[in-house]
Antibody, heavy 121, light 111 residues
């Protein structure tokens, strides 16, 4: 059973960089899967941030692309998210998730529990 | 404004059947992109409910069913139970945006 666990600071200063890591257990990050980040502002809906393959190939949401970097660390079986120049609008629960199939628009079959990141001074 | 449009809320009495719509456009559902559905209980991560339009993952009750037609998709829940009270989200792929997109979510209330 694949498990994902997000970790990182729960509070980030405005204009700073949000950094999160997703540790994968019960499966290898080098399997033929893409790994994704999704966020959810308090009381609002889900927003796809982007995804990465173990080769390092990435796809990003065009609305966030200029500020987002997703990377992978195969040695630690984890992948990471960096979001720069954050504002209060970036306050959200951030989820990492596994993409079930290596096709565009595939479903997310495993999710982390989510971690709340608040942007505030 | 979400690319996929869902009603903000639906409700039904225990035992009844409800449907939740997900309306897209010619650049996502209408382009043939598959639709997936998630159930999100309060304070928890989304859970995959229906994938590739009509398929249920192992462990999901057959009271849940999905369909897709034209530029829309629907999630049907029959035999409503109190435990079904949750938020439901549709997801697809938009070829114009080259991005995964979600509906705005629908809150199901079991009366």
């Amino acid at each position: 059973q694949v498990q994902l666990q997000e970790s990182g600071p729960g509070l980030v200063n405005p204009s700073g960089t949000l950094s999160l890591t997703c540790a994968v257990s019960g499966g290898s990050i080098t399997s033929s899967k893409w790994w994704s980040w999704v966020r959810q502002p308090p009381g609002k809906g889900l927003e796809w941030i982007g995804e990465i393959y173990h080769s390092g190939n990435t796809n990003y949401n065009p609305s966030l692309k200029s500020r987002v970097t997703i990377s992978v660390d195969k040695s630690k079986n984890q992948f990471s998210l960096k979001l720069s120049s954050v504002t209060a609008a970036d306050t959200a629960v951030y989820y990492c998730a596994r993409v079930a199939q290596a096709v565009a628009g595939s479903q997310f079959d495993y999710w982390g529990q989510g971690t709340l990141v608040t942007v505030s001074s | 404004q979400s690319v996929l449009t869902q009603p903000p809320s639906v409700s039904g009495a225990p035992g009844q059947r409800v449907t939740i719509s997900c309306t897209g456009s010619s650049s996502n559902i209408g382009a043939g992109s598959d639709v997936h559905w998630y159930q999100q209980l309060p304070g928890t991560a989304p859970k995959l409910l229906i994938y590739v339009n009509t398929n249920r993952p192992s462990g999901v009750a057959d009271r849940f069913s999905g369909s897709r037609s034209g530029t829309s998709a629907s999630l049907a829940i029959s035999g409503l139970q109190a435990e079904d009270e949750a938020d439901y989200y549709c997801q697809s792929y938009d070829t114009s945006l080259s991005a995964c997109v979600f509906g705005g979510g629908t809150k199901l209330t079991v009366l």
